[in-house]
């Protein structure tokens, strides 16, 4: 682990900036654990994801200080950012804050910590230094998390690779800290204290003897012909044997609201749902045979949980999911899926050998790592595990 360096004292008061659903879960256990130890703290809700967010705040018992409401349909990315900006300044201006916390990729990201960059206060940046290598893909995550590096002071990085990216970017050593990335702690922590609500087990009787397919999708770098093309070989696939179900939360982005309702509509064996209340979804993951997905914290928690998946996408900047045997890449081509599909069902060494769980994005702990880099170890956290490190 790197040296723990304490800049905050005891009283230093932080401002938590995020907007949508994988922010929020991924920083839901960085909330509750510095609530828990009575930091001053501040919530923004940025507001660009919107009913995606609600059953979220009910199950981690968040309330934010702010709502920002930035979203406008069918803005663009430009128009969100300059909203973003200008909406966050007056709250850092009221509140001012010690540090702001940022995650990941989002345009919330990005924005949050240039509006802090600009008022002079500095940024910690979760799940830093991953990188697919094209600036464009996905897009525009990929320059979203770049830029945030730029500015950040405290980079908290979930993996030994990552935390090698920002060293090779030349990001001084004492500003990384290996701390395992906190949507493990969110999935642990849901998995063990909650039970899926009526509607899983109402799902897990329809796919009673049946191999389980959950399904996601919604980057931007998919939509259209792409996106379509991936459906129809999963309907395929599900059609060409009884044995199959699936089970696709539908992301309520009109990109794939449009390509599902044309190439998945009707099956008796595929359900098609609302997106689903973290809860239900990750119970639902624990029990899927087979999961298909361009998400980024699919990947996290398909590895952790030990599910074999297959990433519908070119090129991921988590490539730990795929070096650790889990995941497996099928980028644009129907005809790759297809294949992989059917690989999936006759290659048993291949399904058993994707279904270990490995630690390679976390422990679990990585939200007392990250407050204790902050404020110092206190005496009331556990004692931590080592991360297990690959390369
Ligand atoms: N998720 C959820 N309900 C769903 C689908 C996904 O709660 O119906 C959760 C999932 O467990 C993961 C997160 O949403 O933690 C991933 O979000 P998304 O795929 O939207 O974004 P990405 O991770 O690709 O940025």
Known sequence: MTQVVSELSKTSKI?????????????????????????????????????LLLPLFELFGIRPDYNLEAMVAGQSLNALGSRLLEKLDPVLEKEQPDLVLVQGDTASAVMGSMAAFNRRIPVGHLEA??????????????????LVGQIARFHFAATERNRRTLLDEG???????LVGNTVVDALHQTLKTTRPGSTVAEMQEWAAGKKLVLVTTHRRENFGETMSLH????REFIESRTDLAMVFPVHPNPNVRAAVNAELDHHPRIRLTDPMGYCDFVHLLSHAWLIVSDSG???????ALGKPMIVLRENTER??????????????????????????????VWHASASRSCDVFGDGHAAERICDVLFGASEKTNPLQPLSIAA
């Open 15 to 51: 401002l938590i900036c995020f907007g949508t659903r994988p922010e929020l879960i991924k920083f839901a256990p960085m909330i509750q654990f510095l609530v828990a130890s009575g930091k001053q703290l501040v919530t923004v809700n940025t507001g660009q994801h919107t009913d």
């Open 129 to 146: 230094g991953l990188r697919s290598g094209n600036p464009l893909s996905p897009f525009p995550e990929e320059m979203n998390r770049r």
């Open 171 to 177: 990001v001084k050593p004492e500003s990384i800290h």
């Open 231 to 234: 459906l129809r070989a999963l």
């Open 297 to 303: 914290g699919i990947q996290e928690e398909a590895t």
């Open 319 to 348: 490539p730990e999911a795929v070096e650790c045997g889990v995941a497996r890449l099928v980028g644009e081509s129907p005809e790759r899926l297809r294949e992989m599909l059917r690989t999936a069902l006759i290659d048993e």
